[in-house]
């Protein structure tokens, strides 16, 4: 059983940053890939960043790129979102995934989450 859980979520102001960090749990850290996925109320849930097992490969949606860096220490089990120059609309609560699918474009290819954490950017 995997279990993901997600800290560093908090009320920020435009401009401010956030560090998300996410614990996994479970089965072999190294045999997932891992992302960060984000959704505010009313709209879908997507995919805002997304590393390779290997830490060697990672993608970002269009809004976030420059702003936000994901990473991975494969020895402390934990994900890391370091998202810098937060706007209003990054606003959501984002949630911690792991899949064995690669590109993990789609919540239809994630295999775990976690319960997410809140991130609400005042303007």
């Known amino acids: 059983q995997v279990q993901l859980v997600e800290s560093g979520g908090g009320l920020v102001q435009a401009g401010d940053s956030l560090r998300l960090s996410c614990v996994v749990s479970g089965p072999p850290f190294s045999n997932y890939h891992l992302g960060w996925f984000r959704q505010a109320p009313g709209k879908e849930r997507e995919p805002v960043a997304t590393?390779?097992?290997?830490?060697?490969?990672?993608r970002y949606t269009d809004s976030v790129k420059g702003r936000f860096t994901i990473s991975r220490d494969n020895d402390k089990n934990t994900v890391y979102l370091q998202m810098n120059s937060l706007e209003p609309d990054d606003g959501a609560v984002y949630y911690c995934?792991?899949?064995?699918?690669?590109?993990?474009?789609?919540?239809?290819?994630?295999?775990?989450w976690g319960e997410g954490t809140l991130v609400t950017v005042s303007s």
């Open positions: 995934a792991a899949s064995t699918n690669w590109p993990m474009n789609d919540p239809g290819d994630i295999n775990y």
């Open positions: 590393i390779t097992w290997s830490g060697y490969s990672s």
